[in-house]
Structure formats: C-alpha cells, structure tokens
C-alpha cells in the first residue's frame, strides 16, 4: 500500500459545482497535512494546511479524519480558474520532517 | 522578495554526460528540499537539507546522484553519468524551519531530457 495515496481522475465538473477529493495515508504516526495545488508545467503552490478541527478558506473547507487516516478537500462553486492537479501531503515528524506527496488529482472545470 | 531560484529551467543533454542543477533558496530559510517529478511516479522527495547538513538521502536512486549544499544560499544536484529514464522535472523547495507544520515553498523547477 501506498503511504499517501489519491484518486488521480481526472474529476471533470462544470462551472459552479461542488467538489470533493479524497487522500488516504497509511502512517497513524503522520501529524502534518496540507494541501497543494499544481497547475499545468508549474510548480506546487500550498493551497491550505489541514488541521484537525477542520479548516475553511473561502471556497475551500479541509477536512481530516485520524481514524480513518484520511484527509478531504472541498471546492464550493467550482471557477474555471480552479482547473488543477490538487496534491496531498502528509508529514511526520519526530526528529526529521519528512513530507510525502500524494500522485494528485486532477480537475477541470468546464463552463 | 524572490522565491525559489532554480536554473537552468530546461536542460537537454546525451546520455553519459554530468549535469548539474542549481538551487538559490528563500533568503532566511533553514530547510532545502529537491524532488523529481514524473508521470510515471508523481512527486518524489530525493533528499533534504536542514542547516546546510544532508538529514535524509533515501530517495535518491544510486549512486549517479549526488547534491550539496555549501552554504546557506546556495545547493546543487549532479547526475554523473545521465541516462534517458533520469528525464524528469527537478524541483527545489526551501522552508523556513525543519517542521512538520512549514510550509514548503518551491522553484519554478528544471525540465531534464535526456537523449
């Protein structure tokens, strides 16, 4: 099994959608989690930490579930701006810091 | 402020020769991470940096990889000799502390191929 593992999609949604992903991490010791957003031939950009009573950032609501080691993120009226790869990262700690990346899912929002 | 500064942005090289990618991190930040990318594999850490000392090099593939880091501006990654499946973007991040809450702030990244 994957340590970080995600739907790659790709999720295609119209204009104004609700979306959701989903990431799942095997570690019970991961303590950190974040999620990134990755347009095409760019590089990573931290879209929102995750914390453990959840989090919202406009559109954007994370989520994270420790005993079902997963992480979620939701996108309220989706914007054609919002066409990403949407990356998962999970860390652990305890002497060193060591991220792991999820491969990604994919979204387009279409009008 | 800059951000991450990697060059070059794209490299095309033949098989068996070295190249060497550079990094300039965030002025200030104590934490220097490289990472390949491909389709194949998604996003892989290689090896990080924490106060200018190597702390994990366990994703690097072999022995034809090497980084350093001389001081606290400045890093490389060589490939010696280079091979087609090395052919991949190469990605730079600094953050500021050696944290699991940080947040990783990456370079624009460089586009290897490999003939």
């Known amino acids: 099994r994957k340590e970080v593992e995600q739907d790659p999609g790709p999720f295609n949604v119209p204009e104004g959608a609700t979306v959701a992903f989903n990431c799942t991490y095997s570690?019970?010791?991961?303590?950190?989690f974040f999620w990134y957003r990755q347009d095409c031939r760019k590089e990573p950009k931290l879209l929102m930490s995750?914390?453990?009573s959840g989090n919202e950032d406009g559109r954007f609501t994370a989520q994270l579930n420790r005993a079902s080691q997963y992480i979620s993120l939701l996108i309220r009226d989706s914007k054609l701006s919002d066409s990403a790869t949407y990356l998962c990262v999970v860390g652990i700690s305890g002497g060193s810091y060591i991220p792991t990346f999820g491969r990604g899912t994919s979204l387009i929002v279409h009008p | 402020d800059a951000g991450v500064i990697q060059s070059p942005r794209h490299e095309v090289t033949e098989m068996g020769q070295e190249v060497t990618l550079r990094c300039k991190p965030i002025?200030?930040?104590?934490?220097l991470f490289w990472y390949r990318q491909t389709m194949m594999r998604g996003l892989e850490l290689l090896i990080y940096f924490n106060n200018n000392v190597p702390i994990d090099d366990s994703g690097m593939p072999e022995d034809r990889f090497s980084a350093k880091m001389p001081n606290a501006s400045f890093s490389t990654l060589k490939i010696q000799p280079s091979e087609p499946r090395d052919s991949a973007v190469y990605f730079c991040?600094?953050?500021?502390?050696?944290?699991?809450?940080?947040?990783?702030?990456f370079g624009p990244g460089t586009r290897l191929t490999v003939l």
């Open positions: 991040a600094s953050s500021l502390r050696q944290a699991a809450t940080d947040t990783q702030y």
């Open positions: 995750v914390y453990s």
């Open positions: 002025s200030g930040h104590n934490s």
């Open positions: 570690n019970s010791a991961s303590q950190s």
